[in-house]
C-alpha cells in the first residue's frame, strides 16, 4: 500500500504544470557584484512571468566553485538555477580538480547577456589614462595592488595586464567581486578590473575613476574613456552571463526556462537599464550555450596557460 501511495504522490507531482512552486537562482559570487544585480534585476519580473517568487541565492566562494557545485549536484527539476558566468569557463583551467564538469554535469538554457568590462583607479591615484597608469606602474615597481574575484575574467585580465605591459602590480584575489569592488572604493587597493554592471554607479557618483574600457570598443555609457587596447595593441577582456541547470533537465522545462528568461530580458524597461550598465542582451538558444561552451573553454585555457596564473 505504501509504494502505491508514494507512486499516486509522484504522479500527482510530474502531473503538474512547470512551475508548480517558488524557484531559485543560484548566484555563485557574494552581493554586490554584476552577476548578483542582474538577478536581482530580473527576479521581480521572472515572478510576474512565471506566477511563482523567484528567490536569489548567494553562494559566494571558491571562485564561483561552491554554488556552481551546489547547482550541479541538486535536482533537474528545474526550480534550482545557477546564472554562470566566465569563471565557469576558466575554472578547468585553473584547477587541478573540480568537483563537477562543467559541461557533463549541466544543462544548458540560455547565454543570457555580454558585460563590457573596465579598468577603475581610486580617486587617489594620480591617474587619468593607461598610459598614465602603466607610467606610474613603472615609477612604483610592486606598490599598487589590484582586487579581483580570484580566478575570474577580471583577475585575468589584470594578469594580462601586467604581463602586457610589462609592470609589476599586485593582484590580490577576493572571494567575491563585490568584496573587492567595496575594497576598491574605499581605497584598500588602488585598482581593479570590473564589470561595467557593477562599476558604473560608483564612476558616475565620482568614488571610482574609469580609465580604459578593456573590449574591443569603447562604451556607450564611456564615450570618453579609450580602450585599454588604444595604448596596448591586442588587449581584450569581456565577460558573458549564461543560465544553466542540472543535467537530465526535462527538455520542456529547458525550454520554458529559457521562454521566461527570454521574455524577462527583452522587456523594454530591463533591457534599457542594462544597456545603460554596459550588458549586451542575447537570449541565445539552449543549443547555441552548448556549442559555445567548449570554445569558451579552450579560449580561456590558452589565456591561463600564458598568463600563468594559477588558484591558490
Known amino acids: 500500500m505504501l509504494s502505491v501511495a508514494l507512486l499516486a504522490i509522484t504522479a500527482h507531482a510530474l502531473a503538474q504544470p512547470f512551475p508548480s512552486k517558488p524557484l531559485r537562482i543560484?548566484?555563485?559570487?557574494?552581493?554586490?557584484?554584476?552577476?548578483?544585480?542582474?538577478?536581482?534585476?530580473?527576479?521581480?519580473?521572472?515572478?510576474?512571468?512565471?506566477?511563482?517568487?523567484?528567490?536569489?541565492?548567494?553562494?559566494?566562494?571558491?571562485?564561483?566553485?561552491?554554488?556552481t557545485e551546489m547547482v550541479a549536484r541538486a535536482a533537474p527539476d528545474g526550480y534550482t538555477v545557477l546564472i554562470a558566468t566566465t569563471p565557469h569557463a576558466i575554472n578547468p583551467s585553473l584547477f587541478a580538480k573540480l568537483p563537477f564538469d562543467p559541461l557533463k554535469d549541466f544543462s544548458m538554457i540560455s547565454q543570457l547577456a555580454l558585460t563590457q568590462t573596465v579598468l577603475v583607479v581610486h580617486p587617489s591615484l594620480p591617474v587619468k589614462s593607461v598610459p598614465e597608469f602603466i607610467a606610474l606602474a613603472k615609477a612604483r615597481p610592486g606598490q599598487l595592488t589590484a582586487g579581483t574575484a580570484g580566478g575570474n575574467s577580471a583577475f585575468l585580465a589584470v594578469e594580462m595586464l601586467r604581463s602586457m605591459a610589462k609592470i609589476d602590480v599586485l593582484n590580490i584575489p577576493y572571494k567575491g567581486a563585490g568584496q573587492a569592488l567595496n575594497d576598491t572604493v574605499a581605497g584598500h587597493v588602488q585598482f581593479q578590473v570590473n564589470t561595467l554592471l557593477a562599476a558604473l554607479p560608483f564612476i558616475q557618483a565620482g568614488r571610482l575613476r574609469a580609465i580604459g574600457v578593456c573590449g574591443s570598443k569603447r562604451a556607450a555609457a564611456l564615450p570618453n574613456v579609450a580602450t585599454v587596447a588604444e595604448t596596448i595593441k591586442g588587449f581584450e577582456s569581456s565577460g558573458w552571463y549564461a543560465l544553466m541547470g542540472p543535467a537530465g533537465m526535462p527538455r520542456e522545462v529547458v525550454q520554458k526556462l529559457h521562454d521566461g528568461y527570454s521574455k524577462a530580458l527583452n522587456t523594454p524597461e530591463i533591457t534599457r537599464r542594462l544597456s545603460e550598465m554596459g550588458v549586451d542582451v542575447l537570449a541565445g538558444s539552449p543549443d547555441e550555450l552548448t556549442k559555445l561552451m567548449p570554445r569558451e573553454i579552450s579560449k580561456w585555457a590558452a589565456v591561463v596557460k600564458s598568463s600563468g596564473a594559477k588558484a591558490e
Open 26 to 67: 543560484i548566484v555563485p559570487a557574494v552581493p554586490g557584484g554584476g552577476t548578483d544585480i542582474l538577478a536581482r534585476l530580473l527576479s521581480p519580473k521572472l515572478t510576474e512571468i512565471f506566477g511563482q517568487s523567484v528567490v536569489v541565492d548567494n553562494r559566494g566562494g571558491a571562485f564561483t566553485n561552491i554554488g
